[in-house]
């Protein structure tokens, strides 16, 4: 069982629905979450960064962790073709541990 | 402010050679950690330099080696280049420390495509 999973997808949504993205974790010990975004070929883009348990919003971007569970989601709110991407969770024990990266899921927003 | 940059944005190489990659953290950041991405998967951690040495390090062989300089940029050379070898090499830059705190946030360049034939 790998540490992080998530459903590679691809996700296929019409423009304005909302979206959720999750990641499934095996090691109770993490607790530093991070959700990135990245376009074809580009570097990854931090979209949000939530320390332990508990929501976190930005904009049309919520950010959920449940620790007791070993899930994280992501919700984007009136999605847009721009946010069509592949979206990366990330997660670590502690201060200065590195990041253990999920493998992404596909998401293509539809006009 | 000049965000990650990394150089070259595409290498091809043979088997067997050699390759240099490089890396200029986002202003103010004084950590660096390079990544490796395949297709279709996530990034994989390779190692990560602070004060010029080698802090953490994945689970890469030692043909992977690195070098942060006292400007804070920072190279990825890997030696003896085998066909899985090819993937996007990711460098990604952070604070290590911020108001006595640790800063967590990582960020990303573009990466250097790098096929190997």
């Known amino acids: 069982q790998k540490e992080v999973e998530q459903d590679p997808g691809p996700l296929s949504v019409p423009e304005g629905a909302i979206v959720s993205l999750n990641c499934t974790y095996s090691?109770?010990?993490?607790?530093?979450f991070m959700w990135y975004r990245q376009y074809s070929r580009k570097g990854p883009e931090l979209l949000m960064y939530?320390?332990?348990?508990g929501n976190k919003e930005d904009g049309r971007f919520t950010a959920q962790v449940d620790k007791s569970s070993k899930y994280i989601s992501l919700f984007i709110r009136d999605s847009q073709p721009s946010d069509s991407a592949t979206y990366l969770c990330?997660?670590?024990?502690?201060?200065?541990?590195?990041?253990?990266f999920g493998p992404g899921t596909r998401l293509s927003v539809l006009p | 402010d000049a965000g990650v940059t990394q150089s070259p944005t595409h290498l091809i190489k043979t088997r067997g050679q050699q390759v240099t990659l490089r890396c200029s953290p986002k202003s103010g950041h004084d950590t660096v950690s390079w990544y490796q991405q395949a297709l279709g998967q996530g990034p994989q951690f390779i190692f990560q330099?602070?004060?010029?040495?080698?802090?953490q390090r994945g689970n890469f062989p030692d043909r992977f080696s690195g070098h942060q300089f006292p400007n804070y940029s920072s190279e990825l050379n890997v030696n003896a280049l085998l066909l899985g070898d090819s993937a996007l090499y990711l460098c990604?830059?952070?604070?290590?420390?911020?108001?006595?705190?640790?800063?967590?946030?990582?960020?990303f360049g573009s990466g250097t495509q790098l096929s190997v034939l």
């Open positions: 090691n109770s010990a993490f607790q530093y």
């Open positions: 990330a997660m670590k024990r502690g201060a200065g541990q590195n990041f253990v």
């Open positions: 939530t320390y332990s348990s």
């Open positions: 990604a830059s952070s604070l290590l420390f911020s108001l006595g705190q640790p800063n967590e946030k990582l960020f």
């Open positions: 330099y602070y004060e010029e040495e080698e802090r």
